[in-house]
């Protein structure tokens, strides 16, 4: 069975870091492309950012280009979302997510390109 669990949300201040954590088990992602999405209130489901299954191929979205960095262990199989200049329009609910296909050469932004997703973790940015 295939879990993902985030952590590493949290309150902070605009202009703070915040880094978010999303383990993996009962399936490895050196095979599959990693996403992150967040969701406001109100919102649809957006995406942030993703990281290839190669570990060298990387998407951002331009509301967080060069301000947010993904990387990954994978003798831990997690994956990480490192925020930085933090704003109060990044406050959402945050998800990683699991690509559904095995080796896909593109990284999709669409949430319906992947299959597992996470629980969630909250990030309130305060001004």
């Known amino acids: 069975q295939v879990q993902l669990v985030e952590s590493g949300g949290g309150l902070v201040q605009a202009g703070g870091s915040l880094r978010l954590s999303c383990a993996a088990s009962?399936?490895?992602?050196?095979?599959?492309?990693m996403g992150w999405f967040r969701q406001a209130p109100g919102k649809e489901r957006e995406f942030v950012g993703a990281i290839g299954w190669s570990g060298s191929k990387f998407a951002y979205a331009d509301s967080v280009k060069g301000r947010f960095t993904i990387s990954r262990d994978i003798t831990k199989n997690t994956v990480y979302l490192q925020m930085y200049s933090l704003t109060p329009e990044d406050t959402a609910v945050y998800y990683c997510?699991?690509?559904?296909?095995?080796?896909?050469?593109?990284?999709?932004?669409?949430?319906?390109?992947?299959?597992?997703w996470g629980q969630g973790t909250q990030v309130t940015v305060a001004s």
């Open positions: 997510a699991i690509d559904r296909l095995r080796f896909r050469d593109a990284i999709r932004s669409n949430p319906e390109e992947y299959e597992y």
């Open positions: 009962g399936r490895t992602f050196s095979s599959l492309n």
